[in-house]
C-alpha cells in the first residue's frame, strides 16, 4: 500500500496570506489527523476527521481549519498567515479513531516571512 | 503543567551502548502508549507500543510502562548509528486524540 502522501513539501508565504494543505490517506484508511510540530512546542494536535466529520480539535485559533472529502482525502487550511506559523504540518491517517495506530506522512514544511 | 512531559535532550552516547528514554504523564487514563522514530526531514514512524502496563520487547528495542508511576520507557540495546532520530512518546485513550511528548533527540557517535 501506498503511504500517507502531502502537498506541497515545501511552501514559503507572506504574512496576512493564507495557504491550503493537502493529504491523501492510506488506502482503506478513514481517520485523518492533522499536527503541527515547532522545535518550541513539539508535536501539537490541530483536528481529526472521520467520515468527513470533525471528531476532535486542538486548542488552536479559528484561522486553522479543516475539512475532509468523500474519498478520506483532507486539507486544511491556515488564514491570515502569522510568523508564528511557521512549521512543519504533519498528516496522519489510521483506520479509526480509537486506534492506537497512526501512519505519518512527510510533511510540508511551511515558512511565513 | 503540560499532560506528558520529555526531556528534549540532546542525548549523545557512543555507539554500542544502552540508552534509556522516559517519559512522565499526568492524564491517568491512557491506555495506549507509543513510541515514535522521526528521523530528520521525514514524518514520525510508530516503533512500539504498549497497551497499560507491562513490558514489551522487539530486537534490540523494550518498552516499558508503569501506570502507578505515570512513567514510561523505551531501552535500546546496542545502539548504532542508525538509531540517531528523534524519538517521542505518544499517549492515548479511546477514540481521543493522540498526546506527544516533546520528543529527545539521540545521536549515537561511531
Known amino acids: 500500500k501506498a503511504g500517507v502522501t502531502q502537498t506541497p513539501r515545501y511552501l514559503i508565504k507572506t504574512r496576512g496570506q493564507q495557504v491550503t494543505l493537502s493529504c491523501s490517506p492510506i488506502?482503506?484508511?478513514?481517520?485523518v489527523s492533522w499536527y503541527q510540530q515547532t522545535p518550541g512546542q513539539g508535536l501539537q494536535f490541530l483536528f481529526e476527521y472521520f467520515s468527513e466529520t470533525q471528531r476532535n480539535k486542538g486548542n488552536f485559533p479559528g484561522r486553522f481549519s479543516g475539512r475532509q472529502f468523500s474519498n478520506s482525502r483532507s486539507e486544511m487550511n491556515v488564514s491570515t498567515l502569522e510568523l508564528g506559523d511557521s512549521a512543519l504540518y504533519l498528516c496522519?491517517?489510521?483506520?479509526?479513531?480509537?486506534?492506537?495506530?497512526?501512519?505519518f506522512g512527510p510533511g510540508t514544511r511551511l515558512t511565513v516571512t | 503543567q503540560k499532560e506528558v512531559e520529555q526531556d528534549p535532550g540532546p542525548l549523545s552516547v557512543p555507539e554500542g551502548a544502552i540508552v534509556s528514554l522516559n517519559c512522565t504523564y499526568s492524564?491517568?487514563?491512557?491506555?495506549?502508549f507509543m513510541w515514535y522514530r522521526q528521523y530528520s526531514r521525514k514524518g514520525p514512524e510508530l516503533l512500539m507500543y504498549t497497551y497499560s502496563s507491562g513490558n514489551k520487547e522487539d530486537g534490540r528495542f523494550t518498552a516499558q510502562v508503569d501506570k502507578s508511576s505515570k512513567y514510561i520507557s523505551l531501552f535500546i540495546r546496542d545502539s548504532q548509528p542508525s538509531d540517531s532520530a528523534t524519538y517521542l512518546c505518544a499517549m492515548k485513550w479511546g477514540a481521543q486524540k493522540l498526546v506527544f511528548g516533546q520528543g529527545t533527540r539521540l545521536t549515537i557517535n561511531p
Open positions: 492524564n491517568s487514563a491512557f491506555q495506549y
Open positions: 488506502s482503506g484508511h478513514r481517520s
Open positions: 496522519a491517517s489510521s483506520e479509526r479513531t480509537d486506534t492506537y495506530e497512526q501512519y
